[in-house]
């Protein structure tokens, strides 16, 4: 069931400890993930290509009000967690509030942190701390031409 796989904080560090103890990279990255498209579906298959396990760090509906703005996200959290949770190259969901990731990254303590190519490897919340214990900080290249407000104005206009 893919709800087995959205996991409070506790649950997930549990998680991710097993993975490691039993020699299993564990690869994590974040986002919004608001109105699912091809852009996303690329990244995530590539973040879990650099490790055996991948967890995903999801943004409540409250933080995704606090970066993009009162109107969105579009889609609901608990939706969107369980839509990250049915893709197979999708290991562990985590909801987190606050506005980055770090306390996230911090307790989780990934073999791997990737975010996309948008950002420089210096500018990556929580980089310091996969730094500090020898793990890899590394960029995945995005799909060109896909972003959630993208569509959301290729809608506006349409309708």
Request: include cysteine.
């Amino acid at each position: 069931m893919t709800s087995e796989k959205i996991t409070s904080l506790p649950e997930a560090c549990q998680r991710v400890q097993t993975w490691q103890a039993s020699g299993e990279q564990v690869v994590f990255t974040n986002g919004c993930f608001d109105i699912v498209h091809l852009g996303h579906i690329d990244y995530l298959e590539k973040a879990r290509a650099k490790g055996q396990k991948l967890v995903v760090g999801l943004n409540t509906d409250a933080s995704v009000r606090t970066l993009k703005g009162e109107k969105r996200p579009i889609i609901p959290e608990n939706a969107r967690a369980r839509m990250m949770a049915s893709f197979e190259f999708v290991d562990l969901v985590v909801l987190f509030g606050e506005q980055t990731p770090y306390a996230l990254i911090e307790a989780l303590q990934p073999d791997i942190l990737v975010k996309g190519s948008d950002y420089q490897v210096a500018q990556i919340i929580g980089a310091d701390i996969i730094a500090a214990k020898g793990g890899k900080v590394e960029t995945i290249d995005l799909v060109e031409g896909y972003s959630t407000t993208n569509i959301i104005q290729k809608i506006k206009e349409a309708y």
